[in-house]
T-cell receptor
Framework: DQQVKQNSPSLSVQEGRISILNCDYT??????FLWYKKYPAEGPTFLIS?????DKNEDGRFTVFLNKSAKHLSLHIVPSQPGDSAVYFC????????????FGKGTRLSVIA | DAGVIQSPRHEVTEMGQEVTLRCKPI?????LFWYRQTMMRGLELLIY????????DSGMPEDRFSAKMPNASFSTLKIQPSEPRDSAVYFC?????????????FGPGTRLLVL
C-alpha cells in the first residue's frame, strides 16, 4: 500500500508560468515532508522541506504548501524555468521515530521554452 | 565533503553473472539506504542499515539480492545470479537517522543492464 502518492506521472508547463506538483499521503503520523529533484543520470537532490507545524515554506522560486487535514502537499515553482525540467519526488517521514523516508513515485516536469 | 560515492556508475553484464555495487556514505552519517529506481515502481527502498546493522530488508526482491555493511564507510549490494529484470538504476543514500528533520543524501547511482 502506497503511503505517499504522486498521482500525476508527468506535467508540462510553459516557461515563466507556475508549476504545481501534488502529493498525497495516507499516514497521519507523518510530520515532516520533503521534495527531491532528480535530473537524468544523477541521484535525487534535496530541494525543500516542511514540518507539520507549518503550512507553508518558501525558498526563492520554490514554495511548499501543506494541508494536514487533507493529507496533501504541493510544490509551487514560480516562475518555471527550462532548468527546472526534472523528476520531482515527494517524501515523508516520522520525526519522532527512527524510520526512513517514504517516497512517492515521482512526477516528471517538463518546462517548455 | 565528497558526498555519497557509488561505483561503478554503469555496469553491463550477462544473465547469470554476479554483480556487486559499492557505496561509500557521507562521513558521520549513521544510516545507509539502498534503493532501486524503475519506471514502473519509482524509488523502491531495498534495505537500510543503521550503525552498520541491517534494520529492514523487506524490500529486497529475492534471495539473489544481498547487502552488507562491514564498516561505517562502506557497503555493497550483490546480485547473484543476475537476471534481465534486475536492470535498473540503483541508488545508495545516507543520513543521520534519528536526527530532527532527517534528510537523505543520494549518490549518483549505478545504472545496471543485465543482458
Amino acid at each position: 500500500d502506497q503511503q505517499v502518492k504522486q498521482n500525476s506521472p508527468s506535467l508540462s508547463v510553459q516557461e515563466g508560468r507556475i508549476s504545481i506538483l501534488n502529493c498525497d499521503y495516507t499516514n497521519s503520523m507523518f510530520d515532516y515532508f520533503l521534495w527531491y529533484k532528480k535530473y537524468p543520470a544523477e541521484g535525487p537532490t534535496f530541494l525543500i522541506s516542511i514540518s507539520s507545524i507549518k503550512d507553508k515554506n518558501e525558498d526563492g522560486r520554490f514554495t511548499v504548501f501543506l494541508n494536514k487535514s487533507a493529507k496533501h502537499l504541493s510544490l509551487h515553482i514560480v516562475p518555471s524555468q527550462p532548468g527546472d525540467s526534472a523528476v520531482y519526488f515527494c517524501a515523508a517521514s516520522l520525526n519522532s521515530g527512527n524510520t526512513p523516508l517514504v517516497f512517492g513515485k515521482g512526477t516528471r516536469l517538463s518546462v517548455i521554452a | 565533503d565528497a558526498g555519497v560515492i557509488q561505483s561503478p556508475r554503469h555496469e553491463v553484464t550477462e544473465m547469470g553473472q554476479e554483480v556487486t555495487l559499492r557505496c561509500k556514505p557521507i562521513s558521520g552519517h549513521n544510516s545507509l539506504f539502498w534503493y532501486r529506481q524503475t519506471m514502473m515502481r519509482g524509488l523502491e527502498l531495498l534495505i537500510y542499515f543503521n550503525n552498520n546493522v541491517p534494520i529492514d530488508d523487506s524490500g529486497m526482491p529475492e534471495d539473489r539480492f544481498s547487502a552488507k555493511m562491514p564498516n561505517a564507510s562502506f557497503s555493497t549490494l550483490k546480485i547473484q545470479p543476475s537476471e534481465p529484470r534486475d536492470s535498473a538504476v540503483y541508488f545508495c543514500a545516507s543520513s543521520f537517522l534519528g536526527a530532527w528533520q532527517e534528510t537523505q543524501y543520494f549518490g549518483p547511482g549505478t545504472r545496471l543492464l543485465v543482458l
